[in-house]
Every structure is written in structure tokens, then in C-alpha cells.
């Protein structure tokens, strides 16, 4: 089942990357603001709504997940139910903004586990995507994070959330890794940080982010050589392999210094 679900993921995400750029394209979309300050466009929502219909359609009794739908969905670590985990845009305001870091994610979880991830970038063109245990691909070529590079000469990507009420802890992660690092990136899809340091375009990401932005970013990752894991408190309202607080997602040889540097701003 799990290759079926990979191949029906890739053609919903295509699908949803023709709905994006054409409604870019013809300017067709509008801007609303959730709790006052996220913005949602009307893209978000067709797009929403077009991968719960599809994926209701083909999968019945599967549970769907999304960011934009069911956003309040619990999950029982225990169940051995099948879930879509669904971003529909990743990165709203690069797309309002017309900027290109844009992504459609949708990952499948069963049973503890992170099945099957694509990640669709419609204005890069490139689609990423892995299945447990099969590696990770981008465009159909392999992947592969990063290696044998020295800290001092690492690129590191984050993102800061719309709320900054903890804006001095968040100053104190990117101080340190400035400190210790050659540069940070900030491209505003945490679905594509991930995805680039599945490519070894990226050294590293660190951010708290919701499930619907790393499930499907962070197999890709893990099944390219990267090592995911948290370096913080995780709240215990979601699943581990769902669970995108304090996410921290390394090539395998700077994992132990990047956490150890964030682990420090935290005391």
C-alpha cells in the first residue's frame, strides 16, 4: 500500500502545484487573516479543498489532517489508522508575495510511523518525495544531505512564527548560530528547509513548527541521511513522528554540535 499511496500523493501534488501557478498567474486569489495576523488566501482553501476531496474520494476511511480543514484533528499514537498530513500552501505570504518558495505537502502517517512524503515547489519546479525505507528523490534524481563539512562553514535555515511574544529566545538561537556558523537562511517553507537539507543545499534547520509543515519534509530528510530529532520540550498533543516543536533536522555529522549550540540558548 505504501507505493500506492506515494504515487496517488505525487499526482494530487502536481495537481495542486497547476491550481497554485495558475492562480498566481491570473491574480486570481484573495487575502483573508486567521486570528488577526496569519494570512490564508483563497488558493489556500481551493487547494485544501481539492486534496481532502480527492484524497475522501479514493481513501474513505482514511483520516485527513489539514492545516486549513481539521487542524484540531487528534491523533491516537497507538491507532494503526492511516493519516494524511496536509499543508496546502507552505509559504502563504511568499506566494501572495510572488515569491518562489512555495510548497503543496502532504505526508501519510500509520502506526508511529512517517509513510510517505512530497513535498511540490510549483515555482522551482521540483517535486521531492520519499517512502519509508526507499530513499528520498527530487525530480527523480536521489538525494543526499550533506557531509564532511566543518561547522564553522554551515548554512543554517530557520523561520520565526507569526506570534513573536518570545522574540529574545528566538534573537538567541540565530546570535548563537551566527556565532558558530557561516551563515542562516530564512525562506519561508519549512517544508522546503527541509527538503534542502535532504538536497545538501542546506546544513540544517531549526524551528517549532506545526505537523502539517514537517511531515512530509522530514521523512524526505531522514530518508536522505539526515538526522531529525528536537532539540527542546515537545508538547505531548502530538504523535513523536508528527511532533514539530523545537524541530531540529541536521546532516548526520554537524547533528550533535547545532543541537548542543540551540540547547545552550535554552538554559
Known sequence: MQQQWLTFARSLASQAGDIIRQARANDGFDREFKSGHELVT???LAVDKFLVDEISKTY???????????PATLLDPESDQ??????????????????EHVAVSIGVYQGGQRRVGVVEAPFLHKQYWAAK??????????????????LRNAVIATGFPYVRDNLDELLGYVREILTHCQDIRRNGSAALDLCGVAEGVLDGY?????????????LIATEAGA????FGKQRAEWPLELNGDHLLVVSADL????LEILQKCKK
Open 42 to 44: 483563497s488558493t489556500d
Open 60 to 70: 474513505p476511511s482514511h483520516v485527513i489532517f489539514s492545516e486549513e480543514s481539521s
Open 82 to 99: 492511516v493519516v494524511w498530513v496536509i499543508d496546502p500552501i507552505d509559504g502563504t505570504v511568499n506566494f501572495a508575495q510572488g515569491l
Open 133 to 150: 525505507g526507499q530513499g528520498a528523490f527530487c525530480n527523480d534524481q536521489p538525494l543526499a544531505a550533506a557531509s564532511g563539512k566543518a
Open 206 to 218: 531549526y524551528e517549532s513548527v506545526k505537523p502539517w509543515d514537517m511531515a512530509a519534509g522530514a
Open 227 to 230: 538526522v531529525v530529532g528536537a
Open 255 to 258: 547533528y550533535q554540535s547545532i
